[in-house]
């Protein structure tokens, strides 16, 4: 087996997917509002837009499932520059996030960036223009919790009245959808207006108690892609929990470290999947060493898995 024949693989086991039931909520609720908002386009209603939000730490896969949501929904027209109309525009909050920097982004998404300086009423105001212009349904905000300053009331007030404005205009209302962090709740929970137009829909973290059998199932699936064995101990209790505890339980992090792994093993090369290619996998991944490592030491329990280099001291 090749080098470039191994780089090849991991990039296809890059490109698998693997859902949880979070996901298909996420997709259902979807679903019900773009079906709702091309039933009132056909009757000539015209309604406030809806939102989503979807919330959840770091790793947890948020970023992921709205980009496969709506990148591979087979109904959507997506942004492209030969043509006006783009069903969702998507981007992410720039950080540190002003409200006119946001609405910076927001027009650039839409293929109009400002040539010259504007004040943030008038940007706001060409990005509502111009989101009827391309006939966008959906308004996609990453990180969005970049967008919460606790530096006043004043400041966050202003934020949630511009998300509120795009759900109200009277000529073309869109509806919004939030990734972002859990600190996110902090920011809709302020406005009760606002937070009622939301269906929240969080990623928690992963347990063996309730996602044992999808954890096996998932490992099974990129070992299938890989055409690699699984040594005996992968689909024992003690190597799941050590896992979820070097995953921070986040299901982005499971598949982050099962694919580095799996990497390993191609290096080798082995012809099976083993522990010691996740311990090596997370050693390459921190810089620790091999009493700081979930997948060796026999105490991990206290290990915080998202420092780098860590040492006894942490």
């Not at 009277?170 to 902090?186: A, N, T």
Request: hydrophobic share 40%; proline share 6%.
């Amino acid at each position: 087996m090749t080098q470039s024949y191994n780089i090849e693989k991991i990039v296809g086991l890059k490109k698998l997917y693997y859902t949880r039931e979070t996901h298909e909520h996420l997709r259902d609720q979807f679903d019900r509002l773009l079906n709702s908002r091309r039933e009132e386009l056909r009757q000539g209603i015209t309604r406030e837009g809806r939102a989503i939000a979807l919330l959840g730490p770091s790793g947890s896969g948020k970023t992921t499932a709205v980009e496969r949501l709506l990148y591979r929904h087979p109904e959507l027209v997506l942004p492209e520059p030969d043509q006006e109309r783009a069903d969702v525009i998507s981007f992410r909050v720039p950080s540190p996030a002003t409200l006119k920097d946001v609405g910076m982004t927001a027009l650039d998404a839409l293929g109009y960036p400002l040539s010259r300086d504007r004040p943030a009423g008038i940007i706001w105001a060409m990005v509502r223009e111009f989101l009827k212009k391309r006939q966008t349904l959906f308004l996609h905000i990453d990180e969005a919790q970049d967008l919460y300053t606790a530096n006043s009331d004043h400041v966050l007030r202003n934020v949630i009245n511009t998300l509120k404005s795009l759900m109200q205009h009277k000529d073309w209302p869109v509806s919004i959808i939030l990734s972002g962090m859990p600190e996110v709740r902090k920011m809709l929970n302020f406005d009760p207006q606002l937070a009622r137009r939301f269906y929240p829909i969080e990623l928690e973290p992963l347990s063996l108690a309730a996602d044992e059998a999808m954890l096996k199932d998932m490992l099974s699936a990129y070992l299938r892609k890989a055409e690699l064995r699984p040594s005996s101990d992968l689909l024992y209790t003690d190597f799941l929990m050590r896992l979820l505890h070097a995953s921070a339980h986040e299901f982005g992090l499971v598949i982050e470290l099962i694919i580095a792994a799996i990497e390993e093993a191609f290096i080798a090369p082995a012809d099976e999947l083993r522990s010691e290619h996740f311990a090596c996998a997370f050693r390459r991944r921190t810089g620790c060493y091999d009493g700081m490592n979930p997948f060796v030491a026999p105490d991990y329990a206290d290990i915080d898995p998202r420092k780098l280099f860590p040492d006894l001291q942490d």
